[in-house]
């Protein structure tokens, strides 16, 4: 069982368009989530986070939002720029419960010239 | 230096071996975790461990096992390894400590192990 699903595998962007990554959960119990970027042949690294009792946040080029009643999060980038291509892993918590990262299946981004 | 350290980066063995991949971290960090990643089924937590004395199942732990020597390492055992345990493998320390979790994970550069 699923509980946090990327449903596009790949996305191509062109570099200095917004690349919008995708996130569904079906856990209404997750107060936490999480994007991580990984590039190949390295472990993912944190990039951002937004707690269930907000709907935004931003740092830089990356914006957050979560929709709550349609169990939906997505990564905003803007600009995208070539050294955004990664893939990226969307994870939910439950903080006050099991504590413990769900991750999704992760999305690859390629930022094209 | 690196601050969550994996060894070895990569293994090939045979069906029945039995094999070690060792996790060591410098962030004084008391929780630590092993994942594994497949293609299409992003990364799934294996084992973890809030502190020395403390080791949880994840959701995937059979045919693993864990030993957690001291706050720095954590190491994963695959007693009889088999074909569909190859995979990219991931050790992550988290800070606990602070009282509002929110598990932000440090990842190490991950072990590529492969089981004929």
């Known amino acids: 069982d699923q509980q946090v699903k990327q449903n596009s595998p790949s996305l191509s962007v062109q570099e200095g368009r917004i690349s919008i990554l995708n996130c569904d959960y079906t856990?209404?119990?997750?107060?936490?989530f999480l994007w991580y970027k990984k590039y190949p042949a390295e472990g993912p690294t944190f990039l951002i986070s937004i707690s269930s009792i907000k709907d935004k946040n931003e740092d830089g080029r990356f914006t957050v939002f979560l929709n709550k009643s349609a169990k939906h999060l997505s990564l905003h980038i803007v600009p995208s720029q070539p050294g955004d291509s990664a893939v990226y892993f969307c994870a939910a918590i439950h903080i006050q419960g099991a504590q413990k990262l769900v991750f999704g299946q992760g999305t690859r981004l390629t930022i094209n010239p | 230096d690196a601050d969550v350290t994996q060894t070895p980066r990569n293994r090939i063995t045979k069906t029945g071996k039995r094999i070690m991949l060792e996790c060591s971290q410098t962030?004084?960090?008391?929780?630590m975790y092993w994942y594994r990643q497949d293609p299409g089924l992003g990364l799934r937590l294996i084992y973890y461990?809030?502190?020395?004395?403390?080791?949880n199942k994840g959701e995937i732990s059979d045919g693993y096992s864990v030993s957690r020597q001291a706050q720095a390492k954590f190491s994963l055992s695959l007693e009889s390894a088999i074909p569909n345990q190859t995979a990219l493998y991931f050790c992550?320390?988290?800070?606990?400590?602070?009282?509002?979790?929110?598990?932000?994970?440090?990842f190490g550069p991950g072990t590529r192990l492969t089981v004929l």
């Open positions: 962030k004084g960090h008391d929780r």
């Open positions: 992550a320390t988290s800070d606990g400590t602070s009282g509002t979790i929110t598990d932000t994970q440090y």
């Open positions: 461990s809030f502190d020395v004395k403390d080791i």
């Open positions: 856990n209404s119990m997750f107060d936490y």
